[in-house]
T-cell receptor, first 118, second 111 residues
Framework: GAVVSQHPSWVICKSGTSVKIECRSL??????MFWYRQFPKQSLMLMAT?????????EQGVEKDKFLINHASLTLSTLTVTSAHPEDSSFYIC??????????????FGPGTRLTVL | QKEVEQDPGPLSVPEGAIVSLNCTYS??????FMWYRQYSRKGPELLMY????GNKEDGRFTAQVDKSSKYISLFIRDSQPSDSATYLC???????????FGAGTTVTVRA
């Protein structure tokens, strides 16, 4: 149980285009999902917290107009990188926190999406 | 100063050795402490969690938390080549679901 999927697993796009990444909780409902960014050999950096049915909360320094987050249902959150540039190339990982009583602040992570902007 | 400090390694050990990993942190308000394992190009998977101070054992893995020293550890006994991965420590406050991660330590277990 507690499986989180991401789609696509990797994407290459041209500079200036927009890319949408989906995060789904497959066997549980998630009221809260998190989006992280990870550069090579570095740790995860929290970008934003996404709550179902409300606006996402962005961390300091993360441009909300560039990284659009939508959490339209209890099993799906999307991250859209708008007008992508080479510096946006990174590994994007989502995590989901189960609805209801969650033990120990547990989050389940997706497999990640590798974005390369040419 | 980073909120969570973790030596990135790399750490290379022979098969069967004990792997010792640790993190230090600066905020004494952290209450939940976790260790994640991340294989290359994959998302992190939860290995161990501990609430407040103390030890926890699960199979070959032992997690320790010393809140007085703001220091947490993960030990892997009888290490196997399949344990080769990056290990990330993470921690959170009691009423906040956001996780603060360490940089991750890359471990290689040599057959």
């Amino acid at each position: 149980g507690a499986v989180v999927s991401q789609h696509p697993s990797w994407v290459i796009c041209k500079s200036g285009t927009s890319v949408k990444i989906e995060c789904r909780s497959l066997d549980f409902q998630a009221t809260t999902m998190f989006w992280y960014r990870q550069f090579p050999k570095q740790s995860l950096m929290l970008m934003a917290t996404s709550n179902e049915g409300s606006k996402a909360t962005y961390e300091q320094g993360v441009e909300k107009d560039k990284f659009l987050i939508n959490h339209a249902s209890l099993t799906l959150s999307t991250l859209t990188v708008t007008s992508a540039h080479p510096e946006d190339s990174s590994f994007y990982i989502c995590s989901a926190r189960p609805a209801g009583l969650a033990v120990n602040n547990e989050q389940f992570f997706g497999p990640g999406t590798r974005l390369t902007v040419l | 100063q980073k909120e969570v400090e973790q030596d990135p390694g790399p750490l290379s050990v022979p098969e069967g050795a004990i792997v010792s990993l640790n993190c230090t942190y600066s905020n004494s308000a952290f209450q939940y402490f976790m260790w994640y394992r991340q294989y290359s190009r994959k998302g992190p998977e939860l290995l161990m969690y501990t609430y407040s101070s103390g030890n926890k054992e699960d199979g070959r893995f032992t997690a320790q938390v010393d809140k007085s020293s703001k220091y947490i550890s993960l030990f892997i006994r009888d290490s196997q080549p399949s344990d080769s991965a990056t290990y990330l420590c993470a921690m959170s406050f009691i009423n906040d679901y956001k996780l603060s991660f360490g940089a991750g330590t890359t471990v290689t277990v040599r057959a």
